[in-house]
């Protein structure tokens, strides 16, 4: 939208003025129903709401793996220590459930998003936060070279190798759970839904409008980029449906 309003401006200076003043008026429609109206709620909620809270009845899970998401890498090399942006609950989730399950085993996936390759590494940053917030360094496997969410599967598949039987739990935002559950399903690796981090609150919040223009808008952000990855990557064959749900594909 701000590419718009820039393009907008441009073009009223050329013989198209009145496409350009057309084209802004809509941006600014756009960014204000971005901004403030139920537009976020309603694009991101079919993804919050696509996998319920996990059942604890089925008993307890052979092992929890964690999706990187939460550390910001660059700031954390560039302060030597961790930071975490957004998303903590995925690192808060897995260090109630290894309190809860003391037998299962600990992996924490999550390289380096950066184009351009640097050292730093999400799961080196964000080892030392589980382990104080109580789970021992034994417990922990951390793979530290996934770049997206289809090498957290492939690589976290090739790390552990899971046997038949066993029951693996896979934690990460709820708006991110579709995505992921497709992904770790279309690797091979057969894993139950724990969904964290939500953005809304539930079916009665899908048409509340917000005074805060920053929160409309960071959820707009979210859910648009999701649905897009979710369309890359079933076109890419990364997936074996568009909104992958509770049933297997």
Do not use: C
Not at 193 to 207: I, S
Request: proline share 6%; no cysteine.
């Amino acid at each position: 939208m701000v590419e718009l309003g820039i393009l907008s401006l441009v073009l009223m200076a050329t013989r198209f003025a009145a496409f350009g003043r057309k084209l802004s008026v809509t941006t600014l429609v756009l960014l204000a129903l971005a901004a403030f109206s139920p537009l976020g709620n309603l694009l991101i909620y079919p993804l919050e709401s696509r996998f319920p809270a996990w059942d604890p009845a089925r008993g307890a899970p052979d092992g929890i793996i964690v999706l990187g998401g939460s550390v910001d890498t660059d700031l954390s090399a560039a302060h030597r220590t961790p930071v975490v942006a957004h998303a903590a609950d995925r690192l808060f989730a897995p260090a109630e459930l290894a309190r809860r399950y003391p037998n299962a085993r600990i992996i924490f996936t999550g390289g380096t998003a950066n184009l351009v390759a640097t050292d730093a590494r999400e799961a080196d940053y964000s080892a030392p936060i589980l382990e104080n917030l109580g789970i021992p360094k034994q417990r922990l496997i951390l793979e530290r070279n996934s770049r997206n969410t289809w090498e957290n599967a492939i690589f976290t598949n090739e790390l552990v190798t899971p046997k038949p039987g066993e029951r693996w739990l896979l934690v990460t935002s709820a708006f991110h759970m579709p995505r992921s559950m497709g992904i770790f399903r279309k690797a091979g690796f057969d894993v139950e839904a724990y969904p964290v981090d939500w953005r809304m609150g539930g079916r009665e919040d899908l048409f509340s409008f917000t005074n805060m223009g920053a929160d409309g808008l960071g959820r707009t952000e979210v859910a648009v980029r999701e649905w897009i990855g979710l369309l890359a990557y079933r076109l890419m064959g990364r997936t074996g449906e568009l909104l992958p749900g509770p049933g297997k594909d």
